[in-house]
């Protein structure tokens, strides 16, 4: 075992520390230098400290700045960022419980799970799994292959919707609201995180959230 490996990462800033300060917290992933953020928060080893090892990441870190992106409407480094995800060996059900004490953000990481899920076996179901390679020369040899779906983590069935409504620069009615979201009672347009590169009509980008009503008892009214 590693225990520096198996040390919780930490909770990113609450939805309401986030939203004021969004030039703020995006300066501090710069776009073109991607590599230097796409690491653990922990604070660094002993051995990284001695050696000025480079941190490696981890699956809820990467997870956080999803989260930061999507809460932050930043449509570039979010798919860019779930993109980099599904091409890693993290399951979305390996996801380790935040155990966190702000229902609003753990409401929001919850969901989270969920597009995640929606984004990767959107693109399964069309037989393309999460270790597709970037160019693919035999469609019907990949879409052959056994489909193994990801499902959400057992902790993210235990949150529940909040108690009133969360608005994240978004009102009720408004078109393309988020159905993830608005089963935990949080209204906010719905993230766009189709990133296949495929050129072919069937592949081609589009808005993979498809807005429905939410379902009884999860509505996001007052």
Request: proline share 12%; hydrophobic share 35%.
């Amino acid at each position: 075992m590693d225990p520096y490996q198996d040390t919780p990462e930490p909770l990113p800033p609450s939805i309401m520390a986030l939203v004021p300060n969004r030039a703020q917290v995006l300066a501090d992933y710069p776009l073109e230098f991607r590599k230097r953020w796409k690491v653990s928060r922990r604070p660094p080893s002993l051995l990284s400290r001695l050696f000025t090892i480079r941190g490696y990441d981890t699956a809820a870190a990467c997870f956080y700045r999803i989260y930061e992106f999507a809460v932050l409407h930043d449509n570039i480094r979010f798919r860019d960022e779930i993109e980099y995800f599904c091409h890693r060996p993290w399951p979305v059900s390996s996801l380790p419980d935040p155990h966190d004490s702000n229902p609003e953000r753990a409401a929001f990481l919850a969901a989270l799970t969920r597009i995640l899920c929606a984004a990767f076996n959107d693109r399964i179901e069309r037989g393309l799994p999460r270790d597709a390679p970037a160019y693919i020369r035999d469609f019907d040899k990949l879409r052959a292959l056994p489909k193994v779906f990801e499902t959400p983590p057992a902790w993210a069935e235990t949150i529940p919707p909040l108690d009133r409504p969360l608005r994240i620069a978004a009102h009720e009615g408004d078109p393309g609201l988020s159905s993830h979201l608005a089963e935990m009672r949080i209204v906010m347009k719905a993230p766009h995180y189709n990133f296949t590169s495929d050129n072919s009509p069937e592949y081609m980008l589009r808005t993979v959230e498809k807005t429905r009503r939410p379902r009884l008892g999860n509505s996001v009214s007052d």
